[in-house]
């Protein structure tokens, strides 16, 4: 019998050995683990507290760059949001348009051009002949009558305003009647002129009137500032007329369905 | 006084990395290395009677089965004992060779005590998840195991000593 053969009988001893311990579950004495117990604690401290140092440090990594995906999608989300509120703001001017000016279909168009003449008023907007824009067209913002649409391209239109000479707007008095046309006064107000007839004080409202056909009845135009002297030769009154809409700072106007 | 201290670390090094590891990955055998490192450099009776005792003191340390990982381990340094002439006295090869061998003659001695317990011990998820792992950090770890063995037990006798 060579070596490896006994070697083989001495392990088959040991094996039944352990079978007969296992089957009869033999429990090793508490005390020798206990023994060697406070060694191994501090190596299994040692160990969790390296295992916590590194996942603190995959954690503190995982962190940094959701922070990152956070703040970019944040950036994202606020973008949108600019886009949304903008949105909002065009829909609450129509809405506000339609229930204060003009029942029709409203479309708010920006400015994207504004001309740089000293003489004229004229702005560029954004929407065209493709959005259904079309010559003739009143824009007005909340406040008040901005102008209308003189020239129309694909994608943009050019609105003349009120206050451009060329533009002519026929106006009448809150409360009081009478039929005026209100024509530009460059830079920043209007010349108007109604009959004598017409009691026109400072202060009073101006409004759009049926004369001309191109304005809804009834839209704001502006305050009169001022009552010029009439003289003796003179058939009307001029005064001066406030603009309610600051046409200078304007970024969006609606533009109302031109009257049939 | 050395082998106290190895043994020490032993003991210590083997719960330490099994709470290092991540639980997928399971934690090197020490045990078994430190009786592959003993097979040797004893003669084979002593060498397996080392492998049992090692594996007795792993199952007490364990609270587990008295004499399951001694079986185990026994095992490992009984079928490397068989194979050990064959292999070379360096090198890659023979590492991963005595490793694989030790491994093996170690799970075989676990399969034959799960059939004899009738306990699902060992199981075919075990065999294709666990002992792959475990042989791979355990072969990770032999070098490491021998350099300390030669430390705490002395150098492996060489081919001359051990034809004497």
Known sequence: ????????????????LSMVSTRFQVVPPLALSSGVLPVTRVFDGAADHVRGAYETLVNDRDARHRLEVLRDQNEVLRGRNDVLERENARLREAAQIRATQFPGPVSVASVVMVDPSPLLSRLTVDKGARDGVRRFMPASVPSGLVGQVTGVAANTAVVTTILDPES?????????????????????????????????????????????????VGIKVGTVERVEQVGPNDVNRTVIVKPSADVSTLEEVALLEALP | MRILLYLLLLVSTQGALARLLPTFVS???????????????????????AGYGIGLVQDVLGQGLLGFHAAGVAGGVLLLLGVRKFLSDRGALQTLVTVAVATLGQWLAFLILTYWLRAGLVTVGTLTSVLPVALLTTLVCQPVVERLATWAFGKRPGPEQGLA
Request: net charge positive.
């Open chain 2, 27 to 49: 934690p090197p055998d020490l045990f078994l290395l430190t009786a592959v490192a003993l097979a040797f450099r004893l003669r084979p009776l002593p060498a397996l009677l």
């Open chain 1, 1 to 16: 019998m060579n070596a490896w053969r006994r070697l083989a009988l001495v392990y088959l001893g040991l094996l039944f």
């Open chain 1, 168 to 216: 002519r707007v026929g106006v009448t008095l809150r409360g009081k009647g009478g039929r005026g046309l209100a024509v530009g006064a460059p830079p920043d107000r209007l010349r108007a002129t109604f009959p004598l007839t017409v009691d026109v004080k400072v202060g009073d409202t101006v409004l759009t009137s049926s004369l001309g056909g191109v304005y809804p």
